[in-house]
């Protein structure tokens, strides 16, 4: 049996060139040191003198290390060289194997012509085994052709030559006519992206995918999880037309929707944007409606979180839709739906609703002017705080306003009704002009809801609302003062009463919480100026004898033989009321105020306060 073949494998020596380069070494001063800046020239020679002392001992502590990881990695090396020496050793006696096997092969074939010149390189093992001369091995002659044959195979590669040239060609004009067909669709592909461009929308890359471009349609001062979403790619169809990807979080285009309800039913409906979801319109229309359901998305989660700081003034979340209170039994329901669920049906007047929606969406559009005046300022100081995210006022305006147009129409209700109470006794006053009745304030808003306007409506919405109702009424001019208060915490209505009255120490303004406060003093001012009105220029028809109990009530008596004469009015809700004690008979007038109720101004024949009187002291 052949020696083993034994092979010794020593790696010469080599010396390591990064030891001596720069960032070896600025890493091992860092690993060592620390940072540069740390490094100074005192701290050196300090250590210079320290070392000469040998008083460092952080010195041979890290030269103890580094003689540890040297040991280490010579450890690491001589481990490495040694499954190196394994691996060449196995591969060299399997090389040495397939070459022992190739020459008894060629031994084995040679050994039928001359058996004495292969016993030297045979091994003893094929020797052994097989007898010489087992192959052997002999040259065929190949067969004749004629040249009928000859010219059949020259025919049968020429038209294999032709087919493949055939096929070719036919596979070349394939490329040339796809090649032309992706140049058109390319072309439309970049008429279409110049024509978003020129339109104004800005066209970038998307993050992580630079090789497709996108558009942004969305809004720079949204929230980060709707600023997020306003990039859609530009993904190109098998037409060449683009197809806007709006990514996985995309469910449809959705539309904030407005109703007004009463008795829990639907009255009437905002006009909607839009009202189907056709995805076959021009681009510049997908972007628009992307970005007005992207808007309306934010601004229904922006009232969903402002809702739940409203609570005590009434707003309802219940489910998808935010409810809240507009006047009476009426009560408005906000809430997002898909814009394929749209009745195009619109139920009643959406003069209120439409208004509603536009206030909203103009209102959140103001907040995200804000966010941009705040992100152009100097940053604040930087603070440990966390900086709470900001709730947009949105709902707290339109209730505010909504409770200053309740705020005055029960006055002007009051008003109006006392000025039909002192129509019908015929006494004095200013009569109110028709033509500035209140309307609905969101009916108002609407007509003012102009391009001019945009920029000044969020302020007079943030604002305190004012409004000032003057009525002159019997010997009294009255001034009604009506305060909305829109910053917290007070969030309520007040009414401010200031009189110019012409008899007795009455208080010049006075404030009170509701109108029944209100309708209650100004009842008493009535009644006590009704009184004085009696008492000046004669209006009792040259009467004497007539004095007022009190400049607090509103009662006049005078002497009578051994009685006493006495008149006295009222002012309440149901209207004026008189009664009279003359010659101990007593009598009773009433006017009311509501103007289809005339029975009491027949059974006075149309006469006022002042001929009644008379005609019961003549």
């Known amino acids: 049996m052949a020696d083993p073949l034994l092979i010794s494998l020593k790696?010469?020596?080599?010396?390591?060139k990064t030891v001596d380069s720069l960032p070896y070494l600025i890493a091992r001063i860092n690993e060592q040191k620390g940072s540069f800046r740390n490094i100074t020239e005192a701290s050196l020679e300090e250590e210079i003198r320290a070392i000469e002392a040998g008083e460092s001992n952080d010195t041979v502590e890290s030269e103890?290390?580094?003689?540890a990881e040297e040991s280490q990695g010579v450890e690491a090396h001589g481990d490495a060289l040694a499954n190196a020496r394994e691996e060449i050793i196995k591969q060299v006696g399997t090389a040495y194997t397939a070459s022992s096997h190739a020459l008894d092969f060629v031994s084995l074939l040679l050994s039928k012509h001359n058996p004495k010149v292969v016993e030297a390189s045979i091994s003893p093992y094929i020797k052994e085994t097989i007898p010489f001369g087992s192959l052997g091995a002999e040259i065929m002659q190949e067969p004749s052709r004629s040249d009928a044959e000859k010219r059949t195979e020259d025919l049968v590669g020429l038209g294999w030559r032709l087919q493949s040239l055939t096929r070719s060609a036919d596979s070349l004009l394939a490329s040339a006519s796809r090649l032309e067909q992706e140049m058109e669709h390319e072309t439309t592909?970049?008429?279409?992206?110049?024509?978003?461009?020129?339109?104004?929308?800005?066209?970038?890359?998307?993050?992580?995918?630079?090789?497709?471009l996108g558009v942004r349609f969305g809004f720079a001062e949204a929230?980060?999880?709707?600023?997020?979403r306003g990039l859609a790619a530009l993904r190109r169809d098998t037409a060449g037309n683009i197809e806007l990807d709006r990514g996985p979080r995309w469910r449809g285009d959705k539309q904030l929707r407005v109703r007004l309800l009463k008795s829990g039913k639907p009255t009437a409906t905002n006009e909607h944007r839009m009202t189907s979801d056709d995805q076959n319109q021009p681009l510049t229309d997908l972007l628009i409606r992307a970005r007005n359901s992207l808007f309306d998305e934010e601004l229904h989660h922006e009232l969903s979180r402002e809702s739940r700081n409203l609570l005590n003034q009434g707003v309802r979340s219940v489910g998808n839709a935010i409810c809240f209170s507009l006047k009476d039994d009426s009560e408005v329901e906000v809430d997002l739906q898909p814009a394929s669920e749209v009745d195009d049906k619109l139920v009643g007047d959406s003069t209120i609703p439409t208004a509603i929606a536009m206030t909203l969406r103009i209102l959140l559009s103001h907040a995200h002017g804000e966010n941009h005046h705040r992100r152009s300022q100097p940053p604040p100081p930087i603070s440990e705080a966390a900086v709470s995210r900001r709730v947009y006022p949105l709902l707290r305006p339109l209730l505010e306003l909504n409770q200053h147009d309740t705020a005055i129409r029960a006055a002007h209700d009051l008003l109006r009704n006392l000025s039909w109470v002192l129509s019908a006794a015929k006494l004095p006053f200013t009569p109110e002009d028709e033509e500035s009745s209140p309307t609905s304030a969101f009916t108002s808003l609407l007509t003012d809801?102009?391009?001019?306007?945009?920029?000044?409506l969020p302020s007079r919405l943030m604002r305190p609302h004012h409004t000032a109702m003057v009525t002159q009424l019997p010997s009294t001019r009255a001034t009604l003062d009506i305060h909305t208060s829109t910053s917290a915490p007070t969030f309520r209505t007040t009414f401010q009463l200031r009189t110019l009255a012409d008899f007795g120490p009455l208080p010049q303004s006075l404030q009170f919480p509701t109108v029944d406060k209100v309708a209650k003093h100004l009842f008493s001012i009535t009644a006590l100026g009704t009184i004085a009105y009696l008492l000046r220029e004669e209006a009792l028809g040259r009467r004497e004898g007539w004095r007022q109990v009190s400049p607090y009530l509103p009662e006049l008596v005078r002497r009578n033989g051994g009685g006493k004469d006495?008149?006295?009015?009222s002012v309440d809700?149901?209207?004026?009321?008189?009664?009279?004690?003359?010659?101990?008979?007593p009598k009773s007038w009433q006017w009311?105020?509501?103007q289809d109720d005339d029975d009491e101004q027949q059974q006075q024949n149309g006469r006022g306060l002042v001929e009644v009187l008379n005609e019961s002291l003549a």
């Open 11 to 16: 790696a010469w020596p080599s010396q390591d």
């Open 64 to 67: 103890t290390k580094d003689h």
């Open 189 to 212: 592909y970049w008429q279409q992206i110049l024509s978003v461009k020129e339109k104004g929308w800005s066209i970038c890359r998307i993050p992580g995918d630079s090789s497709t």
């Open 223 to 228: 929230h980060a999880e709707f600023r997020d």
């Open 449 to 456: 809801l102009k391009p001019p306007i945009f920029s000044s």
């Open 566 to 569: 006495r008149i006295t009015i």
């Open 573 to 585: 809700g149901e209207g004026l009321s008189v009664e009279c004690v003359i010659d101990k008979k």
């Open 592 to 594: 009311r105020g509501h």
